[in-house]
């Protein structure tokens, strides 16, 4: 079945990066984008951004510009979502999720990753 | 960028009867490729979000048939016919038509 499994929860202190995984199964990576949503706890969800794993490209949020960065490995099937200059407004589960071609929703989603800021 | 205003915050619902949610977007979610691009999604405490309805009407494959969507232009509405013990959680309409993708701020649904 189509399933997107993410990386291990990570602690950061402000100032540091942090890269998430993601690893796609059971459907042609490079045909579908993916897309990169977080969630501060108790809060609601924000889109960071999208890649295209069939060529690379990419699209942030213009909150994010300059300081995120997302990448794929087409050997491997995964997708990485870099984030630097962290601070802890940053604290968040981070989710990847596949963007269906034609009609544009987001399904499945990783199971998260929680990415913690704190000194 | 379009915002996704949904009301009500909160909801407390008796099981086996109807709920309503409504979501409004400040520009129009009909693209010029004839589609509406909007969502929603039930997100389960501790799970991550799971598709519900999509393009505002159709039911994500799986989906109970007590869920349905309408609306067209800026409004939107979920309805539950009836609602049931799995279906708390919070609800989020979320919309595709042109990046930022972005969603509403979520209406919690309690179970009574």
């Known amino acids: 079945q189509v399933q997107l499994v993410q990386s291990g929860a990570e602690v950061k202190k402000p100032g540091a990066s942090v890269k998430v995984s993601c690893k796609a199964s059971g459907y042609t990576f490079s045909n579908h984008d993916i897309n990169w949503v977080r969630q501060a706890t108790g809060q609601g969800l924000e889109w960071m951004g999208w890649?295209?794993?069939?060529?690379?490209?990419?699209g942030y949020a213009q909150k994010f510009q300059g300081r995120i960065t997302m990448t794929r490995n087409t050997s491997t099937s995964t997708a990485h979502l870099e984030l630097s200059s962290l601070r802890s407004e940053d604290t968040a589960v981070y989710y990847c999720?596949?963007?269906?071609?034609?009609?544009?929703?987001?399904?499945?989603w990783g199971q998260g990753t929680l990415v913690t800021v704190s000194s | 960028d379009i915002v996704m205003t949904q009301t009500p915050l909160s909801l407390s619902v008796t099981p086996g009867q109807p709920a309503s949610i409504s979501c409004k977007s400040t520009?129009?979610?009909?693209?010029?490729?004839?589609?509406?691009?909007l969502y929603w999604y039930l997100q389960k405490p501790g799970q991550p979000p799971q598709l519900l309805i999509y393009?505002?009407?159709n039911r994500f494959s799986g989906v109970p048939d007590r869920f349905s969507g309408s609306g067209s232009g800026t409004d939107f509405t979920l309805r539950i016919s009836r609602a049931e013990a799995e279906d708390v959680g919070v609800y989020y309409c979320m919309q595709t038509k042109e990046p930022p993708v972005t969603f509403g701020g979520g209406t919690k649904v309690e179970i009574k």
């Open positions: 520009q129009s979610l009909l693209h010029n490729d004839g589609k509406t691009y």
């Open positions: 890649m295209n794993p069939n060529s690379g490209r990419t």
């Open positions: 999720t596949r963007r269906q071609g034609g009609s544009r929703w987001f399904d499945p």
């Open positions: 393009e505002v009407s």
